[in-house]
C-alpha cells in the first residue's frame, strides 16, 4: 500500500515561488510515474506535471518554464516536489500528487492535497 502526503501549501502573493512537496513511503514497482495535478473550484483535476522512473518530465503548457518537478529517493522513501514560480492568480486551486503504473494512466494513488491561493 502507498502513502502520499502533501505538504508546502499555503497563501501566496502573486509571483511568489513556494515549492510543495509529496512524501511516498510503500513499495515501488519501478516503473511508476508520478505526478502534480491541481483542481481549481468548479473545474476538473487537471495534470500538472508529470515525471517518470526515468527522470523524464513533462509539463501541462500553462505552467512549462515556471514550474518544476523532481523527485529525491533514498532507499524505501521518495519525495515529490514541485517548485513553483511567477505564481498568477490562475495558479490557485488544491494541488495533489498521484502515482500511476505508467504515465499517462491512471492514477492509482492520491494524496489528500495541500491548497495553494494566489492573490
Known amino acids: 500500500h502507498v502513502q502520499l502526503v502533501e505538504s508546502g501549501g499555503g497563501s501566496v502573493q502573486a509571483g511568489g515561488s513556494p515549492r510543495l512537496s509529496c512524501a511516498i513511503s510503500?513499495?515501488?514497482?519501478?516503473?511508476?510515474?508520478l505526478g502534480w495535478f491541481r483542481q481549481a473550484p468548479g473545474k476538473e483535476r487537471d495534470q500538472v506535471a508529470a515525471?517518470?522512473?526515468?527522470?523524464?518530465?513533462?509539463?501541462a503548457d500553462s505552467v512549462k518554464g515556471r514550474f518544476t518537478i523532481s523527485i529525491s529517493r533514498d532507499n524505501a522513501k521518495r519525495t515529490l516536489y514541485l517548485q513553483m514560480n511567477s505564481l498568477r492568480p490562475e495558479d490557485t486551486a488544491m494541488y495533489y500528487c498521484g502515482q500511476s503504473r505508467w504515465c499517462g494512466g491512471r492514477v492509482t494513488d492520491w494524496g489528500q492535497g495541500t491548497q495553494v491561493t494566489v492573490s
Open positions: 515525471i517518470d522512473a526515468d527522470d523524464s518530465t513533462s509539463y
Open positions: 510503500g513499495r515501488s514497482n519501478g516503473n511508476d510515474c
